[in-house]
Antibody, heavy 120, light 110 residues
């Protein structure tokens, strides 16, 4: 059974840093495309990053240069390093395993999410 | 900064049908497969439809998807109170090299 468990969320001051983890089971993180998606309170879904099997990464403009996605293959864990955090980064952060077909990928299995609150 | 437009809300009586539209452009909906997600308050999104019209295992056939040009549509027939949720479309944008979600639609059962 595919399972994703996020952790690492919490309260952080503006300008601070936080690292989110996403522990996977039932499949290999390194053998799948993996995404991070966030949802601000009362708002819609916002895709923020993807890491390909080959290691390529893409980011939404809103986090480019501040966030970095990585993975630890032996721990089967996905990470999101978040630096220079802003008030508008406050959201629930979800990791997702992507499924791919027809030349594109989409988040198919989701974790339960972890809340990041940026506030002074 | 959603680039896919959905109606904020749709509603119908139990047993009736609702449709949710998702409008994009030639770089996203018009070029790639569309997925649909269902989200209940306080829970993670769940994949409902992939590849424009494919239902993952366990999704009832009351849910259907279609696409024409730069627009996609989610259909829900035999509407039930348990279908009250937020629904999002999503697809890859080949021009922006990002995955984009729709603005979201709240489905209500009257």
């Amino acid at each position: 059974e595919v399972q994703l468990v996020e952790s690492g969320g919490g309260l952080v001051q503006p300008g601070g840093s936080l690292r989110l983890s996403c522990a996977a089971s039932g499949f290999s993180v390194s053998g799948n495309y993996m995404s991070w998606v966030r949802q601000a309170p009362g708002k819609g879904l916002e895709w923020i990053s993807i890491i390909y099997v080959a290691g390529f990464t893409y980011y939404a403009d809103s986090v480019k240069g501040r966030f970095t996605v990585s993975r630890h293959n032996s721990e089967n864990t996905l990470y999101l390093q978040m630096n220079s955090l802003r008030l508008e980064d406050t959201a629930v952060y979800y990791c997702a395993r992507d499924s791919c077909g027809g030349g594109s990928c989409y988040p198919s299995s989701w974790g339960q999410g972890t809340l990041v609150t940026v506030s002074s | 900064q959603s680039v896919l437009t959905q109606p904020p809300s749709v509603s119908a009586a139990p047993g009736q049908k609702v449709t949710v539209s998702c409008s994009g452009n030639s770089s996203n909906v018009g070029h790639n497969y569309v997925s649909w997600y269902q989200q209940f308050p306080g829970t993670a999104p769940k994949l409902l439809i992939s590849d424009n019209n494919r239902r993952p295992s366990g999704i009832p056939d009351r849910f259907s998807g279609s696409k024409s040009g730069t627009s996609a549509t989610l259909g829900i027939t035999g509407l039930q109170t348990g279908d009250e949720a937020d629904y999002y479309c999503g697809t890859w944008d080949s021009s922006l090299n990002v995955y984009v979600f729709g603005t979201g639609t709240k489905v209500s059962v009257l």
